[in-house]
């Protein structure tokens, strides 16, 4: 593949995966990162070429979202600073613990959350808190599933805050503009930790995830609150279904 046509590919990639990412508040980093893995990258380099990435991807789009207003600030806090510590010690372990190990361990959960949040999306319950109870441990948690797995932050908390009640362009707005640290501080890690590899698809991913954030962000304000719920629960079960076809495959 030349370096042009590398470019162009992961661009286009990016920019897919930022539109589902930035109206469900999910799948940039899975979808990237499964791209890379299917092209021969070693996971290792495909969780840091996807953090690198994200780094200005979720910039854009978190940024998009607080002028769309879909921030709240207190959710902010919550997950930005306990996903930081969790995002540097899951870059510091990667090295040593296979992908395939945290994808088994999400499954479970996901299709749970997947079913449950189908639910509620069908019972159209009243929205909860902001801040559910347990955000900062969700944080933490999220933060070094995903700098482990390559993904997993926003399946994690959109699906774990939406399904206690927040509401969903306000989980999706702020949980990406969190995102955005806590990739900052994984990218670092791994710059540290491996060096800058595969640097065509990081441009070509960055290109073609901020073009398409604002898209995203204005998706998110627009889709009524009962839709969202049942889109991110349907992209959730196809997280777990694909984490599935890969153990058994």
Partial sequence: M????????????????????????????????????????????????????????????????????????????????????????????VVHVPPEWMRLALTPYLLGMGVFLLLRGAA???????????TPVLGLGAGFADAVAGGGWSALTVTTLVARGSTPRLVIG???????????????????????????????????????????AVCARRMPARVATMLAAIAVLGLGVNNVVKAFG
């Avoid at 046509?5 to 990412?21: C, K, P, R």
């Avoid at 996971?43 to 709240?72: D, I, K, M, Y």
């Avoid at 540290?192 to 398409?212: K, M, P, T």
Wanted: charged share 5%; proline share 7%; with cysteine.
């Fill in 174 to 216: 702020t949980v990406h503009l969190a995102k955005c640290v806590v990739s900052v501080a994984a990218s670092v890690s791994f710059l540290w930790l491996i060096g800058l590899q595969h640097g065509g698809a990081v441009l070509g991913l960055i290109a073609g995830g901020v073009l398409a954030a604002p898209v995203g």
């Fill in 2 to 93: 030349t370096p042009t046509v590398e470019f162009l590919t992961f661009a286009a990639v990016g920019a897919l995966a930022q539109l589902v990412d930035g109206a469900l508040g999910m799948a940039y980093g899975v979808a990237s990162a499964a791209m890379l893995l299917g092209l021969g990258v070693p996971p290792v380099t495909a969780t840091a070429s996807v953090h690198q990435a994200e780094a200005f991807t979720c910039g854009a789009s978190g940024l998009s979202h607080l002028v769309a207003g879909n921030v709240r600030w207190p959710l902010f806090w919550a997950l930005a600073i306990p996903g930081v510590t969790g995002a540097v010690i899951g870059a510091a372990v």
């Fill in 124 to 134: 159209g319950r009243p929205p909860g808190p902001d801040v559910p109870r347990g």
